[in-house]
């Protein structure tokens, strides 16, 4: 009986493993056991949490965070199709760690190499990956720093493609999101990252994605995990909520388990605290303004949808707006030009602005167009 309620009592710890209790609205560094994290809103760059985030460390296999988005910009681009075969070399096949034991001059598609990147975190499918797009490693991972620098990663040096440990290979958590929300802008690499189990080489290779939040937090989406004796355990975590997305990243887990359950904490705390709010532009917004010197006596306006606008939850009862409306607008005017604006007011500061537009045109008057009036008024008559 006793070897039962310790048999049920494991299971049930198991399932449990991220469900720890703690105080989402609030959120203490030594609460974290992970040396370094981050939270992240991508939408805005706007960091929510942060502990140690612009500490330099080895971040393992999150490195193909990189990776992977300098293929997707390529597919962007055309240089690349996810039909295209990829052939393995021989440095490709010689990697160690977690891989896919590609043998040299094994091809796969692209779609396939970028599965077992993502899901099984191979470090061979991310140097065949590399290699195809820039003919060597070392040529990827120059690209994979110029586009660090260009994203503002300045604690970022990349040494390989697939976060080995190698003297050198440093980055921060901060710059990790930075990474990370870059790369989910190509919302094509949601379709890896929410698979749990696949296979390859048509059934004979099972992958199963080494993020296990996939399993137990609600709204994850992604990202990368990453284990080397260098960096310990690390995850980029994303989610999704309602319309607000989340990026947190923890480095330096001593276990797989504590990587998981930090990366859960700091996005309930996110989650619990914060909200995507999309203001109502004011009536008397969509109104008509007169034109100057134009052919059209005045002209229609409208006011474009408002873009969210990330504030605390609660904070949506003190926003104020601002109408910035001018009685009247100089002639030429085009549809889609701004003639004024609405500018959103929190506690007396401005968070946020949004256009309001010409709905129609006006043109400037001249001689030849009021001359060409008067022919068409005669003409009609």
């Not at 690209?143 to 080995?164: D, H, R, S, V, Y």
């Not at 989650?271 to 109104?287: E, G, I, L, R, W």
């Not at 604006?341 to 506690?347: H, V």
Request: glycine letters at 8%; one cysteine or more; a negative charge.
């Amino acid at each position: 009986m006793k070897f039962f309620k310790k048999l049920t009592a494991a299971i049930l710890s198991s399932l449990f493993i991220f469900a720890v209790p703690c105080n989402t609205n609030a959120l203490e560094e030594n609460s974290i056991t992970a040396p370094s994290a981050v939270l992240m809103e991508p939408q805005t760059g706007k960091v929510l949490f942060e502990k140690n985030a612009h500490e330099v460390r080895a971040c393992a296999s999150i490195t193909k965070v990189m990776t992977l988005l300098l293929v997707f910009e390529a597919i962007d681009s055309g240089k690349l199709k996810m039909t295209d075969n990829v052939t393995a070399s021989a440095h490709a096949a010689s990697m160690g760690g977690s891989d896919i034991w590609l043998e040299e001059g094994e091809t796969m598609t692209v779609d396939e190499m970028i599965k077992a990147t993502v899901v099984a975190s191979a470090n061979d499918a991310a140097v065949a990956l590399a290699e195809h797009l820039c003919g060597s490693e070392e040529e990827f991972v120059s690209k994979m720093n110029e586009k660090a620098k260009t994203l503002g990663m300045k604690e970022t040096t990349f040494k390989n493609c697939n976060g080995l440990d190698e003297d050198g290979h440093l980055t921060s958590a901060y710059d990790v999101a930075l990474m990370s929300r870059e790369l989910i802008k190509h919302e094509e690499i949601f379709k890896y990252t929410g698979i749990w189990m696949d296979y390859l080489r048509d059934g004979k290779t099972q992958i199963v994605n080494t993020n296990k939040l996939l399993k137990s937090y609600n709204g994850i989406t992604g990202l990368k995990t990453g284990t080397t004796g260098d960096a310990g355990s690390c995850i980029s975590a994303t989610a999704t909520r309602g319309n607000l997305s989340l990026v947190a990243v923890v480095l330096g887990s001593a276990t797989g388990k504590e990587r998981f359950t930090d990366a859960a904490a700091v996005l309930d705390y996110g989650f619990a605290n914060y909200s995507m709010y999309t203001p109502k532009a004011p009536d008397d917004a969509v109104t008509k303004i007169k034109v100057v010197n134009g052919m059209q006596g005045e002209i229609k306006t409208t006011a474009p949808e408002t873009t969210p606008i990330l504030i605390k939850k609660g904070e949506e009862k003190n926003i104020t707006e601002a109408l910035k409306l001018p009685e009247s607008v100089e002639a030429p005017i085009a549809k889609g030009d701004k003639v004024g604006s609405i500018e959103y007011m929190l506690n007396k500061k401005k968070i946020a602005e949004s256009p309001i537009k010409a709905d129609s045109e006006a043109e400037k008057m001249t001689f030849g167009a009021v001359l060409c009036e008067i022919f068409k008024g005669l003409l009609s008559s």
